[in-house]
C-alpha cells in the first residue's frame, strides 16, 4: 500500500504511539535475554537494503551474523495520507476486507429466512478505469471499455458471489453534483445556517477530511458539507431503494468498490451509522486491487467477454415505465406515504414495492476524473448568468494545481476564482492560502509550520494573465483531493502490469532506455506467462500508468475535457448523449421520495434547487449533507521521553 510521497509527515499526531515519522522499523522477533556483560551486537546493512545482527564480541573466535525481519506496516497502523489513525478508528478498519465480505456472504442465510439480508455492491468509475487499463494491457484484445468491465463485474459478482445488485456511483455523483452546487450557491448567497463559510472546500476525498480534522481544525468551516458519492450511494441503496424492495436498512448488507483506502474510514463515521437499525450506510468497502485479487482467487477472467456486455440498460426506475411527472396535480406524482420517511423512524415499508430498481449508469461529467465537482459549479455559475462569461485557467505548479477565473468579459470583473487542488504538498500550499485571505490562522501541521515565511503580500503581483485586481479575490472554491494526480491515482488502484513497465521505453527519470542493451533481464521469474523485469515492480504512482487509467476513465469522451461547455451542459448515459435534464429528473425523483415535499403551489415543477419547506429541507440534510469534528490528540510531543 502506497500513497502520497509529497506528504509531509512531520508534526503529524500518531495516536497510536508517539512518532515523528512513519518509518518501517526492524524487528527483532523471538529476542534471546542476555545476562549482563554478554557480547554487544551491531546492526549492519548491507548492498540490498537487508538488515543483519552481528556480533562484536572481540573473544569470540567466530562471528555471528543474524538476519533480521523487517516490521510490516497494515493498514490498521497507517490509514493513508491523513496521518495516523486512533486506536478506536483501527478496530473499525479490521471490518473492511474482502475476506469479511466473503465471510459475509458464506454465512448469509437463505432467502427464506428472516435474516438473510440482500448484499448489494456499488464500484466507483475510478475502479473500472483502472480495471480496464489493466484487461488492456495484459491481453492482445482491443481496448475494453467501462461499459464492458462493469458487464463483467456484474456477471461475476451475481453469478459467482451471489451479490442481488451490482450498480455503479456515478448517479449518486450526479446527485452530489447538484447537492454540492446548492450548498455552494447558499454560501454564496450568504446563507450561513449551516456555519459554512467561502472559500467552500471540496469534502469528497476522506483523506483530504481527516487530514482537516486531527490537523487544520480551523479549515472545517470552509469544508462542503455534502455527502461524498460513495456515502449518497449509501443512502440511494439503503434508504431509496430499500424502501422499493421493501427492505428495511438492516437487511441489505452493501459493499462498495472504491480507489481509495481512506474510503474505509469514511464508511465507519458515527455520522453514516444508523442507531435504530443498527447498520451502516456502507457496510464494507474494498478496494479496486482486493476486488481484483478476489476475482482471482475464484479463477474468474476479468479479459473474457460475458453475454450481452454490449448490451444497454435503460435508465427507468420504475419497471416498463418512464419517470412519472413531477408536476403538482398529475396522477403520476406519489403523494408522500403516511407523511414520513421510510426507514428514517422505523415503520413498515409499504405494501406496493419492486425489486426491478434500475438507475442511470456510467454518467460521464465534463471535467475532472475525480468528481467534476470545480466544473459543475463553473458550469451552473455560467449558465445562471445572466450575461456570457469568460473562463480562464492558469497552472500554478503542473496539473494538479490549477486556477479557473471566470471573468466579465465587458467589464473585467471577476465573477467566480477556483482552483483544482490535488496531492499533499499542492493541499497544504492551499491551506496556508485560504488561512490568509479568509484571515484564519493556520494551526499545527507543515502548513502551520511554513505559513510565515514564504508568504507573498496579497497584491504584489497581478492575477491572472496579469490582469489588475485579479489577485485581490481570494478563492471561492477549491476542488481538493489528497492522491497527485486525483482520484484515477488512488492508493488502492491496480499497479502497473509488468508488461506494460516491460513495454515502457522511459526510466523513472524520463531518459529513454534500451533494456536489454542495459543488461535487463527479461522473463525472469514469473509463473504466469508475463514478461517480468528483474529488480523493477509495478509501483503506485506511474505518471504514465496514471495517463492510462485517464484515458480509459473518459471512455467515449474527450480526453481530457479540460472544461465544460459553457453554453451547454451535457452529460452522457451509457456512452450515449442526453440532456442533463434527463438525470436531473431521476434526481428529482429520488429527492421526492426521500423528502417528501408538501404539494407546491403554482404549478412549480420539483428541481434539486426548489426549497421544499422546512421539513422536507431538514430530511434533505439529513439524507445528503454531514458534519465535521475537529480530533484532538492526547499526545504532547514535547512530554515524550524517548
Given at each position: 500500500?502506497?500513497?502520497?510521497?509529497?506528504?509531509?509527515?512531520?508534526?503529524?499526531?500518531?495516536?497510536?504511539?508517539?512518532?515523528?515519522?512513519?518509518?518501517?522499523?526492524?524487528?527483532?522477533?523471538?529476542?534471546?535475554?542476555?545476562?549482563?556483560?554478554?557480547?554487544?551486537?551491531?546492526?549492519?546493512?548491507?548492498?540490498?537494503?537487508?538488515?543483519?545482527?552481528?556480533?562484536?564480541?572481540?573473544?569470540?573466535?567466530?562471528?555471528?551474523?543474524?538476519?533480521?525481519?523487517?516490521?510490516?506496516?497494515?493498514?490498521?497502523?497507517?490509514?493513508?495520507?491523513?496521518?495516523?489513525?486512533?486506536?478506536?478508528?483501527?478496530?473499525?478498519?479490521?471490518?473492511?476486507?474482502?475476506?469479511?465480505?466473503?465471510?459475509?456472504?458464506?454465512?448469509?442465510?437463505?432467502?427464506?429466512?428472516?435474516?438473510?439480508?440482500?448484499?448489494?455492491?456499488?464500484?466507483?468509475?475510478?475502479?473500472?478505469?483502472?480495471?480496464?487499463?489493466?484487461?488492456?494491457?495484459?491481453?492482445?484484445?482491443?481496448?475494453?471499455?467501462?461499459?464492458?468491465?462493469?458487464?463483467?463485474?456484474?456477471?461475476?459478482?451475481?453469478?459467482?458471489?451471489?451479490?442481488?445488485?451490482?450498480?455503479?456511483?456515478?448517479?449518486?455523483?450526479?446527485?452530489?453534483?447538484?447537492?454540492?452546487?446548492?450548498?455552494?450557491?447558499?454560501?454564496?448567497?450568504?446563507?450561513?445556517?449551516?456555519?459554512?463559510?467561502?472559500?467552500?472546500?471540496?469534502?469528497?476525498?476522506?483523506?483530504?477530511?481527516?487530514?482537516?480534522?486531527?490537523?487544520?481544525?480551523?479549515?472545517?468551516?470552509?469544508?462542503?458539507?455534502?455527502?461524498?458519492?460513495?456515502?449518497?450511494?449509501?443512502?440511494?441503496?439503503?434508504?431509496?431503494?430499500?424502501?422499493?424492495?421493501?427492505?428495511?436498512?438492516?437487511?441489505?448488507?452493501?459493499?462498495?468498490?472504491?480507489?481509495?483506502?481512506?474510503?474505509?474510514?469514511?464508511?465507519?463515521?458515527?455520522?453514516?451509522?444508523?442507531?435504530?437499525?443498527?447498520?451502516?450506510?456502507?457496510?464494507?468497502?474494498?478496494?479496486?486491487?482486493?476486488?481484483?485479487?478476489?476475482?482471482?482467487?475464484?479463477?474468474?477472467?476479468?479479459?473474457?467477454?460475458?453475454?450481452?456486455?454490449?448490451?444497454?440498460?435503460?435508465?427507468?426506475?420504475?419497471?416498463?415505465?418512464?419517470?412519472?411527472?413531477?408536476?403538482?396535480?398529475?396522477?403520476?406524482?406519489?403523494?408522500?406515504?403516511?407523511?414520513?420517511?421510510?426507514?428514517?423512524?422505523?415503520?413498515?415499508?409499504?405494501?406496493?414495492?419492486?425489486?426491478?430498481?434500475?438507475?442511470?449508469?456510467?454518467?460521464?461529467?465534463?471535467?475532472?476524473?475525480?468528481?467534476?465537482?470545480?466544473?459543475?459549479?463553473?458550469?451552473?455559475?455560467?449558465?445562471?448568468?445572466?450575461?456570457?462569461?469568460?473562463?480562464?485557467?492558469?497552472?500554478?505548479?503542473?496539473?494538479?494545481?490549477?486556477?479557473?477565473?471566470?471573468?466579465?468579459?465587458?467589464?473585467?470583473?471577476?465573477?467566480?476564482?477556483?482552483?483544482?487542488?490535488?496531492?499533499?504538498?499542492?493541499?497544504?500550499?492551499?491551506?496556508?492560502?485560504?488561512?490568509?485571505?479568509?484571515?484564519?490562522?493556520?494551526?499545527?501541521?507543515?502548513?502551520?509550520?511554513?505559513?510565515?515565511?514564504?508568504?507573498?503580500?496579497?497584491?504584489?503581483?497581478?492575477?491572472?494573465?496579469?490582469?489588475?485586481?485579479?489577485?485581490?479575490?481570494?478563492?471561492?472554491?477549491?476542488?481538493?483531493?489528497?492522491?497527485?494526480?486525483?482520484?484515477?491515482?488512488?492508493?488502492?488502484?491496480?499497479?502497473?502490469?509488468?508488461?506494460?513497465?516491460?513495454?515502457?521505453?522511459?526510466?523513472?527519470?524520463?531518459?529513454?532506455?534500451?533494456?536489454?542493451?542495459?543488461?535487463?533481464?527479461?522473463?525472469?521469474?514469473?509463473?504466469?506467462?508475463?514478461?517480468?523485469?528483474?529488480?523493477?515492480?509495478?509501483?503506485?504512482?506511474d505518471k504514465d500508468w496514471t495517463k492510462k487509467v485517464e484515458s480509459a476513465y473518459w471512455h467515449d469522451l474527450p480526453t481530457p475535457p479540460a472544461s465544460p461547455a459553457l453554453e451547454s451542459s451535457e452529460v452522457k448515459i451509457n456512452g450515449h448523449g442526453r440532456s442533463t435534464r434527463e438525470a436531473d429528473r431521476y434526481a428529482a425523483i429520488v429527492l421526492r421520495d426521500l423528502c417528501e415535499p408538501e404539494i407546491l403551489s403554482g404549478g412549480e415543477g420539483l428541481t434539486w434547487e426548489t426549497h421544499m419547506g422546512a421539513i422536507a429541507e431538514e430530511k434533505r440534510r439529513l439524507h445528503f449533507r454531514t458534519q465535521y469534528r475537529a480530533v484532538?490528540?492526547?499526545?504532547?510531543?514535547?512530554?515524550?521521553?524517548?
Amino acid at each position: 500500500m502506497a500513497f502520497s510521497g509529497a506528504l509531509t509527515l512531520t508534526d503529524l499526531n500518531d495516536y497510536i504511539t508517539p512518532a515523528q515519522a512513519c518509518i518501517k522499523p526492524v524487528e527483532q522477533t523471538n529476542r534471546i535475554e542476555q545476562d549482563p556483560g554478554a557480547a554487544s551486537t551491531q546492526i549492519h546493512i548491507d548492498s540490498s537494503g537487508s538488515y543483519y545482527e552481528v556480533s562484536t564480541d572481540t573473544k569470540s573466535v567466530a562471528t555471528t551474523v543474524k538476519k533480521l525481519e523487517q516490521a510490516q506496516i497494515s493498514l490498521n497502523d497507517c490509514l493513508a495520507c491523513s496521518g495516523c489513525i486512533t486506536s478506536a478508528e483501527s478496530v473499525l478498519i479490521t471490518m473492511q476486507s474482502h475476506t469479511e465480505v466473503l465471510n459475509f456472504l458464506s454465512s448469509n442465510p437463505s432467502p427464506l429466512c428472516s435474516s438473510h439480508k440482500s448484499p448489494v455492491l456499488s464500484i466507483a468509475p475510478q475502479s473500472l478505469a483502472s480495471l480496464a487499463t489493466s484487461v488492456s494491457s495484459t491481453s492482445s484484445a482491443p481496448t475494453t471499455t467501462l461499459h464492458q468491465i462493469l458487464r463483467r463485474v456484474q456477471a461475476f459478482c451475481t453469478s459467482v458471489l451471489g451479490f442481488d445488485h451490482v450498480f455503479d456511483t456515478t448517479f449518486a455523483r450526479h446527485i452530489v453534483l447538484l447537492e454540492h452546487t446548492q450548498e455552494f450557491m447558499e454560501r454564496r448567497s450568504g446563507d450561513n445556517s449551516d456555519g459554512g463559510k467561502l472559500p467552500m472546500l471540496a469534502s469528497a476525498c476522506p483523506g483530504w477530511v481527516c487530514y482537516a480534522e486531527k490537523t487544520h481544525s480551523e479549515m472545517l468551516p470552509f469544508i462542503s458539507r455534502t455527502k461524498s458519492p460513495q456515502q449518497v450511494m449509501g443512502t440511494l441503496v439503503k434508504n431509496w431503494m430499500g424502501r422499493n424492495w421493501g427492505k428495511k436498512l438492516s437487511e441489505i448488507y452493501h459493499v462498495t468498490v472504491m480507489p481509495c483506502y481512506d474510503k474505509k474510514l469514511e464508511a465507519s463515521r458515527q455520522d453514516f451509522y444508523s442507531e435504530l437499525y443498527s447498520t451502516r450506510d456502507v457496510d464494507c468497502v474494498i478496494t479496486t486491487g482486493e476486488l481484483e485479487l478476489l476475482m482471482r482467487e475464484k479463477g474468474w477472467d476479468l479479459s473474457i467477454p460475458v453475454p450481452g456486455e454490449e448490451g444497454e440498460v435503460s435508465p427507468s426506475i420504475y419497471p416498463s415505465s418512464p419517470p412519472p411527472p413531477l408536476y403538482p396535480g398529475s396522477a403520476d406524482l406519489h403523494p408522500p406515504r403516511g407523511g414520513e420517511t421510510f426507514g428514517l423512524n422505523g415503520e413498515e415499508p409499504p405494501a406496493h414495492t419492486s425489486s426491478a430498481v434500475q438507475i442511470p449508469e456510467l454518467l460521464s461529467h465534463p471535467g475532472t476524473s475525480s468528481g467534476s465537482y470545480l466544473h459543475s459549479i463553473i458550469s451552473a455559475l455560467t449558465l445562471s448568468h445572466p450575461f456570457p462569461l469568460e473562463l480562464s485557467t492558469r497552472t500554478v505548479r503542473g496539473a494538479d494545481y490549477e486556477e479557473y477565473v471566470l471573468t466579465n468579459p465587458e467589464t473585467g470583473e471577476v465573477v467566480f476564482k477556483g482552483a483544482k487542488c490535488y496531492g499533499f504538498r499542492n493541499l497544504q500550499n492551499v491551506v496556508r492560502k485560504v488561512g490568509r485571505e479568509a484571515g484564519v490562522q493556520v494551526g499545527r501541521g507543515a502548513a502551520g509550520r511554513m505559513v510565515g515565511g514564504r508568504v507573498r503580500k496579497v497584491g504584489q503581483k497581478g492575477g491572472v494573465n496579469g490582469v489588475n485586481g485579479e489577485r485581490e479575490r481570494g478563492y471561492d472554491y477549491v476542488e481538493v483531493m489528497a492522491c497527485p494526480g486525483g482520484c484515477v491515482n488512488g492508493g488502492g488502484q491496480l499497479r502497473p502490469s509488468v508488461r506494460a513497465q516491460v513495454e515502457k521505453k522511459t526510466d523513472e527519470e524520463g531518459y529513454e532506455r534500451d533494456w536489454s542493451g542495459s543488461g535487463v533481464k527479461v522473463g525472469v521469474g514469473m509463473d504466469d506467462g508475463e514478461t517480468n523485469v528483474q529488480g523493477y515492480a509495478g509501483k503506485w504512482g506511474d505518471k504514465d500508468w496514471t495517463k492510462k487509467v485517464e484515458s480509459a476513465y473518459w471512455h467515449d469522451l474527450p480526453t481530457p475535457p479540460a472544461s465544460p461547455a459553457l453554453e451547454s451542459s451535457e452529460v452522457k448515459i451509457n456512452g450515449h448523449g442526453r440532456s442533463t435534464r434527463e438525470a436531473d429528473r431521476y434526481a428529482a425523483i429520488v429527492l421526492r421520495d426521500l423528502c417528501e415535499p408538501e404539494i407546491l403551489s403554482g404549478g412549480e415543477g420539483l428541481t434539486w434547487e426548489t426549497h421544499m419547506g422546512a421539513i422536507a429541507e431538514e430530511k434533505r440534510r439529513l439524507h445528503f449533507r454531514t458534519q465535521y469534528r475537529a480530533v484532538e490528540g492526547e499526545v504532547i510531543g514535547l512530554a515524550v521521553k524517548w
